[in-house]
């Protein structure tokens, strides 16, 4: 059990994944249940619950998770259609990139959530802003990772495509594009993780619904039971579009997991 | 070639690399037909040149399978039969068998002694092991060590079809004497600086 990079059998795997969730809400529900830690700060898991149970069948809570997703969803696959060419145009061809990286690299490190104030004086308190803060969250991110996953291309399998008879522009659809495909897919995977904190903020300033309206609107009633159901409703979804990502990128590289 | 300059890499030159280059993500089937598929070859000539090839190199069973589940020599078959493909009129092997065991070594030099024998297509192959170059060629050229210039050309006499049993050959064994004396001079060089 102690020896380094030793497996674990599947089954022990899930034992384990599941056994440290009910840890954590074991000592969650001893702290606040036991009273150790005042009501006022930090909600019990039942309070959590029945706050939960209310939010879902009296206030719609349903229709701020879909918005949320919505925009999430909808501020990615902008980011997602526009970043991965041009990363990969990057990543082919040099003085693309001698152009661009600096930039990029620069854009990076720009906080989204600094963004918001201005994009509510371009866009307004509409959805159009919402999606430009995950826009510019995710874009620079894509962009320059998937350039760096298609600058990395095995340069054998290049020199091979050569020698094959592959063209200039042969070796970027040939070779380049589905050699990277996957990397590609789990840059996207990761990307989809940090949009998810570019929404909430977004919908904590300036907004009239979404899941993180619902968390400020809760703090200034000190419903904290509604704010922690809230971050768990997030973490859920986050673990199931983790999980769809992970199953269709199996579906989609099987050469990858062969 | 042919009184033609050559400047860079292209089809009519089939080339194998001692590391393995099959595409990882297409079949045994589909990286013989790359080559074929990029000159806009029809699906069918592709198809049909592919099956003769995994015939000849006998990959049948084994066409719907990715690189990654193949051994060292059948990945370095299934490379030469995607060089072969194109139909090159010379192919450019760079010690194509370096990387695999010396069982599956000497198959992979009859099999493609077999090739030879029957295409009798020209072949350029580069290699440190003295014995699979005399099994193979009909011509050695030995190299300096640096600068690399040709130091000696040796013709191979042995006739052909040849097949392994001509290895322990007493002819053989004189022809490996000989080279082993010319490249252990370079290696003594080149060990020297």
Known sequence: MF???????????????????????????FATLGGYVSRTFLADPLTMVANGWELMTKFN?????????????????????????????MGA???????????????????????IPLLILWAGLGELQKLLVIFIGSFFQIVLMVAVAVGQTRRDLVEAAYTLGSTDGGV??????????????????????????????????????????MIIDSQARLETGQIIFGIIVIGIIGLVSDFLFKAINRKLFPWRFA | MDGREIARPGPDRG?????????????????????????????????????????????K????????????????????????????????????????????RGLMQELLLSIWERDRKTVLFVTHDIEEAIFLANRCIVMSA????????????????????????????????????????????????
């Open chain 1, 3 to 29: 020896r380094p990079l030793e497996p674990v059998s599947p089954p022990a795997r899930i034992a384990l994944g599941v056994g440290f969730f009910v840890l954590f809400l074991a000592v969650w529900a």
């Open chain 1, 61 to 89: 809570f349903a229709y701020d998770i879909g918005l949320t997703i919505w925009r999430v969803v909808g501020g990615f696959i902008l980011a997602a259609l526009v970043g991965v060419p041009i990363g990969i145009a």
């Open chain 1, 93 to 115: 061809w040099k003085p693309v990139e001698a152009m661009l990286e600096p930039f990029v690299s620069f854009a990076r490190y720009l906080p989204a959530s600094a963004f």
């Open chain 1, 172 to 213: 970027v659809r040939r070779v380049l594009i589905p050699a990277n495909a996957p990397e590609i897919a789990e840059i996207l995977r990761l990307v989809l993780g940090w949009a998810w904190t570019y929404v909430i903020v977004a919908e904590l300033i300036g907004s009239s619904a979404g899941i993180g309206h």
């Open chain 2, 15 to 59: 080339m194998v690399f001692q590391s393995y280059t099959l595409f990882p993500w297409l079949t045994v089937e589909q990286n013989i037909m790359f080559g074929l598929a990029e000159r806009g070859a029809p699906m069918d000539k592709q198809r049909a040149v592919a099956a003769s090839f995994i015939e000849k190199m006998g990959l």
């Open chain 2, 61 to 104: 069973g084994f066409e719907h399978h990715w690189p990654k589940q193949l051994s060292g020599g059948m990945q370095q078959r299934t490379a030469i039969a995607r060089a072969l493909a194109n139909d090159p009129e010379m192919l450019l092997l760079d010690e194509p068998f370096g990387a695999l065991d010396n069982q599956t």
């Open chain 2, 146 to 193: 640096r600068p690399g210039r040709i130091k000696a050309d040796v013709r191979i006499d042995l006739p052909h079809p040849r097949d392994y049993r001509m290895k322990t050959s007493p002819a053989f064994s004189e022809l490996k004497a000989r080279l082993t004396e010319e490249i252990r001079a370079e290696a003594v060089l080149a060990a020297a600086h």
